[in-house]
């Protein structure tokens, strides 16, 4: 069973900066390939980006030049940095396999203030 933990969320003004991370843990030797979602309130959960060890990150066209996933060196923790936010980011993130496989974590909440 592998266990997804996000971190890193909170308030910031518009135009701010936030790093999430996504810790996995259990049966997981190291990521592989990792994307972000995001749910705003009202909405469905949509793919935000995808890191793919040894391939190019893909992001959904919304969040391009704005958001960054990479991978830390231990291989089990996935980062989603997130510049110039806009109040539209406000949403709870979380992480998962592009497949969905793993369980849901609880996500982050990254709230952004007009």
């Known amino acids: 069973q592998v266990q997804l933990v996000e971190s890193g969320g909170g308030l910031v003004q518009a135009g701010g900066s936030l790093r999430l991370s996504c810790a996995a843990s259990g049966s997981i030797v190291s990521i592989n390939s990792m994307a972000w979602y995001r749910q705003a309130p009202g909405k469905q959960r949509e793919l935000v980006a995808i890191?793919?060890?040894?391939?190019?990150?893909t992001y959904a066209d919304s969040v391009k030049g704005q958001f960054t996933i990479s991978r830390d060196n231990s291989r089990t923790t996935v980062y989603l940095q997130m510049n110039s936010l806009e109040p539209e980011d406000t949403a709870v993130y979380y992480c998962?396999?592009?497949?969905?496989?793993?369980?849901w974590g609880q996500g982050t909440q990254v709230t952004v203030s007009s």
């Open positions: 998962n396999a592009p497949q969905r496989w793993y369980p």
């Open positions: 890191f793919t060890s040894g391939g190019r990150p």
